[in-house]
């Protein structure tokens, strides 16, 4: 109501004080029945989209979303790589030596740990300094390059050369430090600004007035240090003087942390501390990677496979962080957190085990449990898929209603009883054994196959074509191999590859199909040769044929100069209708002379 007072006062020009405006609020109420006047513009922008619009807006959206996630992916990319060759520099030997040299001896003999960085961070920062000021010049140069001239003028306008300084000196003296950073994203509106620049220049460009480049992908990324101390990491903001204090870090950034790497030393490994610098990690800005969150999983574990277990102990730190913030502020905030869980977020094909999981609180009257106690569920077809089995005597652990799409017969119940199972109930599978040159088949006749071991034992997996109605005419047992399914039109269809025969029976088969196959390619080419041989003697005997009528009839047209006008002599070629026959050779109808010519008909004629 103030909003409309205030609102009308504006377009009227006249002067009003909140005062007044809150008394008339209260003493009179505006009329509902307000209609606001547009423009004929606007009109035609609210008017229904045909299909074809509505098509072509689904198609722009599609293509912005593609775009969106190549260009943030190849921001990642870019700014990984550029992490990655900062920490080369700070794992220099020659480097290390420098910085080494510059150290105070008062200060390598500290013992513990932590009041050693203290003293190292306020020497740092009283030798060596920071200049941001526009005055200073700023050079383009190599790192290496920049390093060099840091340490020798004690000072630099770049932040990455000054923390990537402070990480030289902790490794130097035997540290285990590691170079961390917020990487920045391009926002949504400068990547649809960037659509409107002309495709050999897209990549570079990414903004309207200022393009944003690799150098301001570079200087938008806040840098940091952080320090390994037994199972502790320790965080130093090296440009402010901050020690293990996440939250000072978390307010200077840029943008929300949504992408915080740690390039672990020596071996460089990109680290994932996200959860360490952001409060709201674990159930709000998680959301924002879900346009690349597979991709994003992907892409850091291919670093990840050298040093499994300073991976899982780097991840039970951060579950260790996330555990020690407490419980998120709303219900809604437990949906799809990855510390906690509530029982009514648990999803249909999901369970928490075991059935007496420890209650970690009470949340609104919901029982709140850890996100370790909630497990995933598969129907028996997944599993067997996966090369495992239902051990013996266990039971389902959840059973669920499905939806059947097709009925055989109309008036039958759509739904029926879906039996779930846990990994912990399952085994791999064993294979049955083959006795008296049977197969061992499913209850659909057929032997599934996904996985290698799932073949049954004393028999061979013969992956031919056409095997099945060659082992059934020469008697042999055999049963299609199934390798998965296909779903033309939201059916379960199997796929089916070669046939499944006992051991003693495989060699017989496969000679029984070479020679089947070789039979069948002779047939094929006596075929194309008694094809090629009667196509000639058709065309030769026409050619003979014809010959023989020019031949005979030489100099009888009508034509020839000096001829007699009256009746024409010679012959004169008829085909009458019962002539007509169809060539046992070239399969084309044909008609004949009482002379023997033999002239194939055309279409036209044939038509007629």
Request: proline share 5%.
């Amino acid at each position: 109501k103030q909003w409309y007072q205030r609102r009308v006062a504006i377009t009227a020009g006249e002067d009003f004080e909140d005062e007044v405006i809150l008394a008339k609020s209260k003493s009179k109420k505006p009329k509902r029945n307000i209609k606001l006047a547009t423009s004929p513009e606007e009109e035609e922008t609210k008017r229904e989209l045909t299909e074809q619009e509505k098509e072509m807006r689904r198609f722009t959206n599609r293509c912005t979303k593609d775009r969106t996630k190549s260009i943030e992916q190849s921001a990642l990319v870019i700014s990984i790589a550029y992490l990655h060759n900062l920490a080369n520099i700070s794992n220099s030997s020659f480097f290390q030596a420098m910085f080494l040299s510059h150290i105070p001896k008062t200060i390598l003999d500290q013992d513990e740990p932590k009041e050693h960085l203290l003293q190292m961070l306020k020497w740092y920062r009283a030798v060596f300094s920071l200049d941001q000021s526009p005055v200073y010049k700023r050079e383009k140069k190599r790192h290496r390059v920049l390093m060099m001239d840091f340490l020798s003028s004690n000072i630099t306008p770049y932040e990455q050369i000054y923390v990537l300084g402070f990480l030289t000196c902790l490794n130097a003296v035997g540290l285990e430090g590691r170079l961390t950073a917020s990487l920045y994203v391009p926002s949504l509106d400068k990547i649809r600004a960037a659509s409107r620049v002309s495709p050999a220049t897209r990549i570079k460009h990414l903004g309207d007035k200022k393009s944003i480049t690799y150098k301001e992908l570079v200087e938008d990324v806040s840098f940091w240090v952080e320090l390994k101390n037994i199972e502790q990491i320790i965080s130093i903001d090296v440009c402010n003087g901050v020690i293990d204090n996440d939250a000072f870090i978390e307010n200077n950034c840029l943008q929300a942390p949504g992408y915080v790497v740690a390039m672990a030393t020596p071996a460089c490994i990109p680290l994932d501390c996200t959860p360490k610098y952001n409060h709201r990690w674990s159930y709000v800005h998680r959301k924002a990677r879900l346009l690349h969150f597979e991709w994003w999983d992907w892409f850091m574990n291919l670093y990840l496979r050298t040093s499994s277990l300073a991976v899982l102990e780097h991840r039970q730190l951060m579950k260790r962080v996330m555990l020690d913030r407490g419980f998120p502020p709303s219900l809604g905030n437990f949906k799809h957190n990855l510390v906690y869980a509530l029982e009514k977020d648990v999803l249909k094909m999901e369970a928490i085990y075991p059935r007496d999981a420890p209650v970690l609180g009470v949340f609104k009257s919901h029982n709140i449990y850890s996100r370790d106690n909630v497990k995933p569920l598969k129907q028996i077809i997944v599993i067997k898929k996966e090369g495992r089995d239902i051990r013996k005597g266990e039971v389902p652990y959840k059973v669920v209603k499905q939806k059947i799409f097709y009925d055989r017969w109309p008036g039958d119940d759509r739904w029926r009883d879906l039996p779930l199972w846990g990994e912990w109930q399952t085994e791999w599978y064993h294979a049955p054994t083959a006795a008296d040159g049977k197969v061992p088949r499913n209850e659909f006749g057929n032997v599934e196959l996904f996985k290698p071991w799932m073949l049954p034992k004393k028999t061979v997996h013969v992956d031919l074509p056409g095997t099945y109605a060659l082992a059934r005419r020469l008697g042999i047992d055999a049963a299609h191999a199934v390798v998965g399914f296909e779903f033309p039109r939201c059916r379960a269809v199997p796929m089916t590859s070669g046939v499944v025969v006992c051991e003693e029976h495989a060699e017989t088969l496969r000679l029984a199909w070479e020679e089947y196959n070789n039979n069948q390619a002779k047939k094929q080419e006596e075929k194309r040769l008694k094809r090629i041989y009667d196509n000639w003697k058709l065309l030769i005997r026409t050619l003979l044929i014809k010959e023989k009528i020019l031949t005979k009839y030489e100099g009888m047209s009508e034509d020839k100069p000096g001829a007699k006008k009256g009746k024409a002599k010679g012959h004169i070629h008829k085909f009458p209708k019962k002539s007509h026959r169809l060539d046992k050779i070239t399969g084309q109808m044909v008609k004949k002379c009482a002379c023997g010519l033999i002239v194939p008909i055309d279409d036209e004629e044939e038509e007629l």
